[in-house]
């Protein structure tokens, strides 16, 4: 073979080399541009995923930005639960009943008397978490004095500033349940003041300060689910079939 043929095939395989090189360098940022692009898509994937998430999540008192009760969540429900059945606590782990009740309803009335004793057992005992939503749907049915969410915003006051006394004010409420004109701020401090609740904490009843909570918790009640009063939810679903009026259906119900 001559020296000329072996210099081709040398300089041939030179340039199969170079061009090789040349490709598998274009390959590798071919891959590595499109290993970028699929990160950046998978990066704004994962972060429309999380706003449409967060987004779900809100309610209409995620915006809401007038005093709001520190122990009430996003769905205007306020927990009962520990060894004294206190506001603000929660049973951890437990399963959660939600309890939808107007202070003027007289089935709220009702359904207190038959379940209160249960209710407190469920609390204390950790059995269950029990979240009390006051809603004023009877303020829109006639209710001049307003008497609904007058009564849910003193229910407030006294989960704000004595929450060991509100689970028994607020069966007070209910024992001592008003005609349709309601009572005044003053009478409802008389109720307060009789199960412990200070004067300085009734003193406050008559601000109001809580009163557009309750009417936006209201209007989230109602997207919810609730339909009317009084209503029950387990694990935040409201249950329109739920017969409350049969005792120990609630312990039943959560296995308790």
Same mark, same amino acid.
């Given at each position: @073979?001559?020296?000329?043929?072996?210099?081709?095939?040398?300089?041939?395989?030179?340039?199969?080399?170079?061009?090789?090189?040349?490709?598998?360098?274009?390959?590798?940022?071919?891959?590595?541009?499109?290993?970028?692009?699929?990160?950046?898509?998978?990066?704004?994937?994962?972060?429309?995923?999380?706003?449409?998430?967060?987004?779900?999540?809100?309610?209409?008192?995620?915006?809401?930005?007038?005093a709001t009760p520190a122990s009430a969540d996003l769905h205007g429900g306020i927990p009962f639960g520990g060894p004294d059945a206190a506001a603000g606590v929660e049973n951890d782990d437990a399963p959660v009943i939600g309890v939808y009740a107007d202070f003027l309803c007289p089935a709220c009335a009702a359904f207190d008397e038959a379940n209160a004793d249960e209710i407190r057992e469920l609390a204390e005992s950790g059995t269950a978490t029990i979240v009390y939503h006051p809603v004023n749907i009877?303020?829109?049915?006639?209710?001049?004095?307003?008497?609904?969410?007058?009564?849910?915003?003193?229910?407030?006051?006294?989960?704000?500033?004595?929450?060991?006394?509100?689970?028994?004010?607020?069966?007070?409420?209910?024992?001592?349940?008003?005609?349709?004109?309601?009572?005044?701020?003053?009478?409802?401090?008389?109720?307060?003041?009789?199960?412990?609740?200070?004067?300085?904490?009734?003193?406050?009843?008559?601000?109001?300060?809580?009163?557009?909570?309750?009417?936006?918790?209201?209007?989230?009640?109602?997207?919810?689910? @609730?339909?009317?009063?009084?209503?029950?939810?387990?694990?935040?679903?409201?249950?329109?079939?739920?017969?409350?009026?049969?005792?120990?259906?609630?312990?039943?119900?959560?296995?308790?």
């Open positions: @073979m001559s020296k000329k043929n072996n210099n081709r095939r040398e300089t041939a395989r030179k340039e199969a080399e170079r061009i090789a090189a040349k490709q598998a360098a274009s390959d590798n940022r071919t891959r590595n541009i499109l290993i970028g692009v699929i990160a950046v898509v998978v990066i704004a994937l994962v972060g429309v995923g999380y706003m449409l998430v967060k987004e779900s999540q809100k309610t209409v008192l995620s915006d809401f930005d007038g009877l303020d829109s049915s006639g209710d001049l004095t307003g008497y609904s969410t007058r009564a849910a915003n003193a229910f407030v006051e006294v989960v704000e500033n004595s929450p060991e006394h509100a689970l028994e004010f607020m069966e007070a409420l209910f024992a001592n349940q008003p005609g349709a004109e309601g009572y005044t701020d003053d009478e409802i401090g008389e109720i307060a003041e009789s199960v412990g609740v200070s004067g300085d904490v009734t003193a406050k009843f008559s601000d109001g300060a809580y009163i557009e909570w309750v009417d936006t918790a209201r209007q989230q009640a109602q997207r919810d689910g @609730m339909k009317a009063t009084p209503s029950v939810a387990f694990d935040g679903k409201v249950d329109d079939s739920f017969d409350w009026t049969v005792p120990g259906a609630l312990t039943e119900r959560v296995g308790g």
